[in-house]
């Protein structure tokens, strides 16, 4: 199990992060998600941050700049097409995060 919180995010934090924390949680993952305008809640307890398309990024790096420091930031890159907990989003999350190395 990795020590380390990972947060996910994506716009509303509904379906998308939802979806990949409680996968990844269910993996016994330390997980968390939110949306983008709890972001700065959240961002202060995760050491790896996952977003769902850059544009997330940008938007958080305009905002809150400095709770991006020191974390590892990675993207999947998957658009707001699905719905919670979708069998095709969970194939799709847990491909890309095998791919991005983070999975152990």
């Given at each position: 199990?990795?020590k380390?919180?990972?947060l996910?995010?994506c716009?509303s934090?509904v ?14 993952y330390?997980?968390d998600y939110?949306g983008?305008?709890?972001a ?9 941050v996952?977003?769902?398309e ?10 809150f700049p400095?709770?991006?420091k020191n974390?590892k930031i990675?993207?999947?890159n ?16 847990l491909?890309k995060?095998?791919?991005l190395?983070?999975l152990?």
């Amino acid at each position: 199990m990795i020590k380390d919180k990972i947060l996910f995010i994506c716009r509303s934090g509904v379906n998308r992060s939802r979806t990949a924390s409680f996968l990844l949680n269910e993996l016994g993952y330390n997980t968390d998600y939110t949306g983008l305008s709890y972001a700065d809640e959240k961002l202060p307890d995760a050491q790896i941050v996952v977003f769902m398309e850059s544009d997330h990024i940008k938007f958080v790096e305009e905002f809150f700049p400095e709770m991006l420091k020191n974390k590892k930031i990675f993207c999947l890159n998957i658009p707001d097409n699905y719905e919670f907990n979708e069998p095709n989003l969970r194939r799709i999350i847990l491909k890309k995060i095998k791919n991005l190395g983070l999975l152990k």
